[in-house]
């Protein structure tokens, strides 16, 4: 069984930063794609930035030069460094993992989410 469980969120005033990671537990052998989505009320859940088994990396233009992604790959980690924080970014911040090899089987996972909340 694999897991994905966030940590790092919370509130900061506009302008601050805050960061956020994410760890998946479990028999990993590999995984093809991480990364951070998130959902604000009323909203559909929307793609802030992934990061590859290669490195590639992806950003959605509305975080582009704020935000930065980053991979860990034996640790299985992947953290989201937030910067110059507005209150369009408050949402639920989800984690994801893609292409999930435990030696059998690949799936995808979610992280059951973190709050974040910028304040003006």
């Known amino acids: 069984q694999v897991q994905l469980v966030e940590s790092g969120g919370g509130t900061v005033q506009a302008g601050g930063s805050l960061g956020l990671s994410c760890v998946a537990s479990?028999?990993?052998?590999?995984?093809?794609?991480m990364a951070w989505y998130r959902q604000a009320p009323g909203k559909q859940r929307e793609l802030v930035a992934h990061?590859?088994?290669?490195?590639?990396?992806h950003y959605a233009d509305s975080v582009k030069g704020r935000f930065t992604i980053s991979r860990y790959y034996t640790r299985n980690t992947v953290n989201l460094q937030m910067n110059s924080l507005k209150g369009e970014d408050t949402g639920v911040y989800y984690c994801?993992?893609?292409?999930?090899?435990?030696?059998?089987?690949?799936?995808?996972?979610w992280g059951q989410g973190i709050q974040v909340t910028v304040s003006s």
């Open positions: 479990g028999t990993i052998i590999s995984i093809d794609v």
């Open positions: 994801q993992a893609t292409g999930v090899h435990d030696g059998r089987t690949r799936g995808d996972y």
């Open positions: 990061i590859s088994r290669l490195g590639v990396i």
